[in-house]
C-alpha cells in the first residue's frame, strides 16, 4: 500500500467515534511512510493483492479497518514482525477503483488499538485487538495550558517560516482544549521520521504525547530557522552578484559609448604581459601593478 503525499490529509476535528462498537477482530492492511493519528481522514492508494482483500472484507463487513504501519517503508510483502503492534482503527468512507486494479480510499480513524494476535495471514490479515482508552488530563492545569500556548506559538513559527502559514489551520489548532488531540493535529502536520511519529500514537498520557511533539517543535523551529537563514543569505548574494554584474555592463557600455574603453583595455593587457615576461624582484612587480 502506497501513500500518497500529495494529497491533502485532514482531520475532523468535531467526529465522534466514542460511542462506536468496535469488534474484538479486524481485517488489517499495512501501510507504510504514513503513521495515522486519531481524527485523521486520509486518502491512500491501495495496491497490494493482500490490502486490496483487506478493504473489501472490511466493505463487506461494518466497514472497520486495522491501520498498521511498517517499520521499514521498502518491504512489499511486510511479515507481522515487519509492522509496529500499536495502529489506529479506521472507518473506510469511499472506495474508487482505478484503471489500473488498485483502489482510491479514503478512511478516517476512529480509534487507537494494538494488535494482540495475529488470526490469519492470507488471503489477507486478520488480526485480534485491544482498543487503547486516552487517559484524562486536567486541562485547568496551569502548566498543561502554557504547554498548549507553547505548542500553538511555535507552531504558527514554523508555518510563517515555510511560508505555508494558514489561518484556517490555526483557527483550528487555537479552538482545540484537549491536549492530546492538538500534539495529534500538529504531530500529524509536522515533518517527522516514522520513529517519531509512532512514539507520539503510542504515547497514552494526552500531557505527556504534547510535550514530546513540543520537543520536536523545539528542535524544527530551530531547523527551520536556519533554513530561512541560508535561503536568505543565498538571496542576497544572488542579488549582490546580479548588481555588480548590471554595473559592470553599465561600466563597459559607458566606456564603448565614450570610445576609448577598448582602447585603454588593450593597453592594460598589453602592459601586464611586458610584466610578466620581464624578470623582476617580487616588490617592484607588485608596485608595478599598482600603477597600471
Same mark, same amino acid.
Given at each position: 500500500?502506497?501513500?500518497?503525499?500529495?494529497?491533502?490529509?485532514?482531520?475532523?476535528?468535531?467526529?465522534?467515534?466514542?460511542?462506536?462498537?468496535?469488534?474484538?477482530?479486524?481485517?488489517?492492511?499495512?501501510?507504510?511512510?504514513?503513521?495515522?493519528?486519531?481524527?485523521?481522514?486520509?486518502?491512500?492508494?491501495?495496491?497490494?493483492?493482500?490490502?486490496?482483500?483487506?478493504?473489501? +472484507?472490511? $466493505?463487506? *463487513?461494518?466497514? #472497520?479497518?486495522?491501520?498498521? =504501519?511498517?517499520?521499514? &517503508?521498502?518491504?512489499?510483502?511486510?511479515? !507481522?514482525?515487519?509492522?509496529?503492534?500499536?495502529?489506529?482503527?479506521?472507518?473506510?468512507?469511499?472506495?474508487?477503483?482505478?484503471?489500473?486494479?488498485?483502489?482510491?480510499?479514503?478512511?478516517?480513524?476512529?480509534?487507537?488499538?494494538?494488535?494482540?494476535?495475529?488470526?490469519?495471514?492470507?488471503?489477507?490479515?486478520?488480526?485480534?485487538?485491544?482498543?487503547?482508552?486516552?487517559?484524562?488530563?486536567?486541562?485547568?492545569?496551569?502548566?498543561?495550558?502554557?504547554?498548549?500556548?507553547?505548542?500553538?506559538?511555535?507552531?504558527?513559527?514554523?508555518?510563517?517560516?515555510?511560508?505555508?502559514?494558514?489561518?484556517?489551520?490555526?483557527?483550528?489548532?487555537?479552538?482545540?482544549?484537549?491536549?492530546?488531540?492538538? +500534539?495529534? $493535529?500538529? *504531530?500529524?502536520? #509536522?515533518?517527522?521520521?516514522? =520513529?517519531?511519529?509512532? &512514539?507520539?500514537?503510542?504515547?497514552?498520557? !494526552?500531557?505527556?504525547?504534547?510535550?514530546?511533539?513540543?520537543?520536536?517543535?523545539?528542535?524544527?523551529?530551530?531547523?527551520?530557522?536556519?533554513?530561512?537563514?541560508?535561503?536568505?543569505?543565498?538571496?542576497?548574494?544572488?542579488?549582490?552578484?546580479?548588481?555588480?554584474?548590471?554595473?559592470?555592463?553599465?561600466?563597459?557600455?559607458?566606456?564603448?559609448?565614450?570610445?576609448?574603453?577598448?582602447?585603454?583595455?588593450?593597453?592594460?593587457?598589453?602592459?601586464?604581459?611586458?610584466?610578466?615576461?620581464?624578470?623582476?624582484?617580487?616588490?617592484?612587480?607588485?608596485?608595478?601593478?599598482?600603477?597600471?
Amino acid at each position: 500500500m502506497d501513500f500518497n503525499d500529495s494529497l491533502s490529509i485532514g482531520m475532523d476535528d468535531f467526529a465522534d467515534h466514542e460511542d462506536m462498537v468496535i469488534p474484538s477482530e479486524l481485517p488489517m492492511m499495512a501501510v507504510r511512510d504514513v503513521v495515522v493519528f486519531n481524527y485523521m481522514i486520509i486518502p491512500l492508494f491501495v495496491g497490494r493483492p493482500s490490502s486490496v482483500e483487506a478493504v473489501n +472484507a472490511a $466493505l463487506e *463487513g461494518d466497514k #472497520l479497518l486495522m491501520l498498521l =504501519t511498517q517499520k521499514d &517503508a521498502t518491504r512489499d510483502n511486510p511479515e !507481522p514482525d515487519d509492522l509496529y503492534k500499536v495502529g489506529m482503527v479506521c472507518m473506510v468512507m469511499r472506495t474508487l477503483t482505478l484503471p489500473d486494479g488498485r483502489l482510491k480510499v479514503l478512511v478516517q480513524a476512529v480509534s487507537k488499538a494494538k494488535v494482540k494476535k495475529y488470526s490469519q495471514t492470507e488471503p489477507y490479515c486478520l488480526v485480534k485487538i485491544k482498543t487503547l482508552a486516552e487517559k484524562e488530563a486536567d486541562i485547568t492545569d496551569v502548566e498543561t495550558e502554557a504547554l498548549m500556548r507553547t505548542v500553538r506559538e511555535q507552531t504558527e513559527k514554523i508555518m510563517s517560516l515555510r511560508g505555508i502559514l494558514s489561518a484556517d489551520l490555526m483557527m483550528i489548532i487555537n479552538n482545540i482544549e484537549e491536549p492530546g488531540r492538538l +500534539a495529534d $493535529l500538529v *504531530g500529524s502536520n #509536522l515533518r517527522l521520521k516514522i =520513529t517519531e511519529s509512532q &512514539a507520539i500514537l503510542e504515547e497514552l498520557n !494526552p500531557v505527556k504525547r504534547l510535550q514530546l511533539v513540543n520537543d520536536l517543535l523545539a528542535k524544527e523551529l530551530e531547523v527551520s530557522t536556519v533554513q530561512a537563514k541560508i535561503q536568505s543569505d543565498a538571496k542576497e548574494e544572488m542579488s549582490k552578484s546580479q548588481r555588480e554584474y548590471y554595473l559592470r555592463e553599465q561600466l563597459h557600455a559607458l566606456q564603448k559609448e565614450l570610445g576609448d574603453g577598448d582602447e585603454r583595455g588593450q593597453e592594460i593587457d598589453d602592459l601586464m604581459r611586458k610584466l610578466k615576461k620581464n624578470k623582476m624582484p617580487k616588490f617592484v612587480r607588485k608596485e608595478a601593478k599598482k600603477q597600471v
